[in-house]
């Protein structure tokens, strides 16, 4: 089975604009999450989407939302972006609900805010 | 807050010796996943072990789990040069009416192996 894919792989945005981060899960999976990894706060949580409904989310402000699509597939948006959000966004999926099992992360999305 | 605090936050080791890292997390959890990541790149996952079991293994890794002292260990033994990477715990823990599914990450250690 091919892996979680990821697109873009890199993006620059000023700040102020917005963005949109996709993610495709492995084929049969369910449940997406999305984390953000930045040298200072490391790895940590955004949300959880399984059947196109958020499940789960993490202490993020409001710019910071998602979607799930019928196929599974989510997308995640960061709007009126900060210089603190340069970061590397990964998405995980899993086969059911996140609970209880591994999750299988994709290669991530590095985005840089100047 | 990061839930869990890895100990030591950079190992380096040659070829051939084991290697042990701990990880310290501060609630209730389902279970505890260790994951490796190289240089940026997405994370694999090497191990789960639920809250009600004590050890796992899975080829040179081995895993413990210490619940009354909310703590982990990662042991990889016959360390390689492809071993190289860091190293985090994730605690899946419980929050709300018993729900799961959030991770929460230590901040990893980062293990070199010298050839």
């Known amino acids: 089975k091919a892996g979680v894919t990821q697109t873009p792989r890199y993006l620059i945005k000023t700040r102020g604009q917005q963005v949109t981060l996709s993610c495709s899960p492995i084929s049969g999976h369910r449940s997406v999450s999305w984390y953000q990894q930045t040298p200072g706060q490391g790895l940590q949580f955004l949300f959880e989407?399984?059947?196109?409904?958020?499940?789960n989310k993490g202490n993020f402000p409001g710019r910071f939302s998602g979607r799930q699509f019928s196929n599974s597939r989510s997308e995640m948006n960061v709007s009126t972006l900060e210089l603190g959000d340069s970061a590397l966004y990964l998405c995980?999926?899993?086969?059911?609900?996140?609970?209880?099992?591994?999750?299988?992360f994709g290669p991530g999305t590095r985005l840089t805010v100047t | 807050s990061q839930q869990g605090e890895e100990d030591p936050q950079a190992l380096s080791i040659q070829e051939g010796e084991n290697a042990t890292m701990n990880c310290s997390y501060k609630t209730s959890i389902n279970n505890l996943q260790w994951y490796r990541q190289n240089s940026g790149r997405g994370l694999v996952h090497l191990i789960l072990?639920?809250?009600n079991e004590r050890e796992k293994h899975s080829g040179r890794l081995r895993v413990t789990l210490d619940t009354s002292k909310k703590s982990s260990s990662l042991l990889i033994t016959a360390s390689r040069a492809a071993d190289t990477a860091s190293y985090f715990c994730?605690?899946?823990?419980?929050w709300g009416s018993g729900n799961t599914g959030k991770l929460i990450f230590g901040q990893g250690t980062t293990l070199q192996v010298k050839p």
């Open positions: 995980a999926s899993s086969l059911g609900l996140a609970g209880g099992r591994e999750q299988y």
């Open positions: 072990i639920r809250s």
């Open positions: 989407y399984f059947s196109e409904t958020q499940r």
């Open positions: 994730a605690t899946d823990v419980l």
